[in-house]
């Protein structure tokens, strides 16, 4: 129910849709509404200077150790690319 709602206000709002979901990304994508997950978040804040590359690269794998289910070789890259 959740993942309607937010579909369809991002929809309806012309919003980009946050999640890691592979469903709901794939019907988001289905609908035409951008979608991007938390590896693009950071690279985001961290972009618009909001997060330090220090920062990030301890939170990315404090994610990981949490058991988040994320691209290992897109970790990796953020991790060596964040950490020049």
């Known amino acids: 129910m959740a993942d309607l709602f937010a579909l369809s206000f991002s929809k309806a ?7 890691g979901d592979k469903k709901l990304r794939e019907a988001a994508k289905k609908e ?9 978040l ?3 804040l961290i972009s618009e200077e909001l997060l330090a590359k220090p920062d990030a690269i301890v939170a990315l794998k404090k994610m990981q150790e ?3 289910r994320l691209p290992a070789v897109e970790c990796e890259k953020r991790i060596k690319r964040w950490g020049r």
């Open 66 to 68: 949490n058991g988040a």
């Open 32 to 40: 035409k509404v951008p979608v991007h997950g938390v590896l693009w």
């Open 13 to 19: 709002e012309g919003y980009t849709l946050l999640s």
């Open 42 to 44: 950071l690279d985001e």
